[in-house]
């Protein structure tokens, strides 16, 4: 896999992500743990985007 592709992985993965977070939060039995928990795998993703692109 080349980095372009993979970077590319990692920003579908980072928008699904988003997605998720964003539905689970206007979600009224939403886990505080399972949305922190999302949120820190996006920030890993964005970082490793970042780190892949420079």
Request: avoid cysteine.
């Amino acid at each position: 896999m080349s980095v372009t592709s993979h970077v590319e992985e990692l920003r579908r993965k980072h928008r699904v992500l988003s997605d998720a977070v964003e539905k689970e939060q206007r979600s009224p039995g939403a886990s505080d743990l399972d949305i922190a928990r999302m949120k820190r795998e996006k920030l890993r993703i964005k970082e490793e985007i970042s780190r892949l692109s420079h």
